[in-house]
């Protein structure tokens, strides 16, 4: 009788009518996957039997596969917030073990830490600095932690002057050599000794700030029958005494000599490491921190006719800073920031995929484990491997199509009626049989 046919058929239709509530349900589910119920045939064969006039038995569930097509990409004020645009997935640690998420809805724990709702940690590259240049050690995954701690200062070791310096001044007259006496000697308390002046703030290892003048004036040797047209002379300040230039007595000004092109010749004196850098001797700036000791670069200055200009004036030192945010770039680099207007490269978020992702166990709550028929774990930068890219700021929203859902929800239920209808048949049939006399 077909009673155990249509059951099967019940509970198939059963079935599709729970994965597609399921869908429904989480069409709002960051990051959620829709299922797909598919079917299989049951044929109760033996030996010798013969497949055309075998009547078959029913229906099975073969499998629910999960569709990994990408969701729209919602746009969020939250920086905590990442979506992959492209194939891979979020890789998440707890105490428990490892697993894989799509859904980018990530926030900071009472430690710093970057957890997704249910605690699980996000995992990234550790980064590494080789020669000035930081690379990312794509074998060992760490967690991802914003330090809100207040950050070291970092005490400025270089400025970088990037001046013009401009050619048409009258220039002062020296007795010899560009380091000499002129014949009007320099006061910093009097603007007609100089042509020009320059300030920038430098940090000592406490990090405190201390205002660094530097006064510049151009020199010809005419009295001594030499000729230095394109020198100029610089006086280094800090909090308003002057600093020499390293191994030079006192009152010893720092010189630069231009080619006639415009072009920066040389510095005197010279640094061991660059010879167009002035180093200057140690100072002591008075707060209990390290002597400051410092060189001006004056690689990119020049003297030509122009107006004299600061292209740019900077200092590789920093005060001490609180975090203020932190931005993620689409290859997954994660940059925290500080209030002292510094950055900090923190890790690079790491991706993971499988040869069949389809084959992942489903973990509940946007999670998936591995699985054997996943294949193995591939853990690469986002944009190689066929990886996607991150998208900061923003959430992947669920790939549930409601409509097509509420379409499938009318198919599952014509099914399950007519299922039920042959039950209702094979039961009348059934009595026939019995009211026979």
């Known amino acids: 009788m077909p009673f155990r046919v249509a059951l099967t058929g019940l509970r198939a239709a059963s079935t599709e009518l729970k994965v597609t509530g399921n869908n429904i349900a989480n069409s709002s589910t960051t990051g959620f996957k829709q299922s797909r119920a598919e079917f299989a045939d049951v044929y109760a064969t033996s030996s010798g039997s013969i497949a055309s006039v075998t009547a078959g038995s029913g229906v099975r569930v073969a499998e629910i596969r999960q569709m990994f097509s990408q969701g729209n990409i919602d746009y969020t004020d939250n920086n905590t917030d990442l979506a992959i645009t492209g194939d891979g997935f979020f890789v998440v640690k707890d105490a428990q073990g490892q697993y894989f998420s799509r859904a980018g809805a990530f926030g900071l724990d ?11 940690k996000l995992q990234v590259f550790e980064p590494v600095t080789v020669a000035g240049q930081t690379t990312f050690n794509t074998g060992q995954l760490v967690d991802l932690k914003l330090n809100s701690d207040i950050g070291a200062p970092q005490e400025t070791s270089t400025v970088s002057a990037d001046l013009n ?3 048409d001044v009258t220039p002062f007259i020296v007795a010899g050599t560009a380091t000499d006496v002129a014949t009007t000697p320099f006061v910093a308390s009097d603007p007609t000794t100089y042509h020009h002046v320059t300030s920038t703030t430098v940090y000592d290892s406490l990090g405190a700030p201390h205002v660094a003048t530097t006064y510049y004036r151009k020199v010809d040797t005419a009295l001594a029958g030499g000729s230095f047209p394109n020198a100029w002379q610089t006086f280094y300040f800090v909090k308003g005494q002057q600093v020499n230039p390293l191994g030079t007595a006192a009152n010893t000004p720092g010189v630069l000599e231009f080619n006639p092109d415009g072009t920066l010749n040389t510095v005197t004196p010279p640094g ?3 010879p167009k850098e002035i180093p200057y001797a140690p100072f002591n700036p008075g707060t ?6 410092l060189s001006y670069n004056y690689a990119d200055t020049s003297q030509f006719g122009s107006e004299f200009a600061v292209n740019a004036l900077t200092q590789d030192g920093f005060s001490t800073g609180m975090l203020s945010g932190f931005d993620v770039s689409d290859d997954g680099t994660v940059f925290a920031r500080y209030t002292n207007g510094n950055a900090e490269v ?4 790491a991706l993971a995929n499988f040869a069949n992702p389809q084959g992942l166990g489903v973990a509940g709550d946007n999670l998936w484990v591995e699985s054997n028929a ?3 774990l591939i853990l690469a930068e986002p944009g190689s491997s066929n990886l996607g890219l991150i998208q900061s700021g923003a959430l992947e929203s669920s790939n549930v199509e409601v409509a097509e859902q509420l379409v499938s929800l009318i198919v599952a239920q014509r099914n399950y009626q007519a299922n039920a209808e042959v039950i209702s048949t094979a ?3 059934t009595q026939t049989l019995i009211n026979i006399r």
């Open 110 to 120: 009472r430690e710093g830490f970057v957890t997704n709702a249910t605690g699980q």
């Open 272 to 274: 061991l490491s660059n």
């Open 288 to 293: 209990g921190a390290n002597n400051i000791s």
């Open 374 to 376: 996943a294949g193995d």
């Open 165 to 167: 310096l401009d050619a």
């Open 346 to 349: 923190l890790g690079m978020v």
């Open 427 to 429: 039961d009348t049939i």
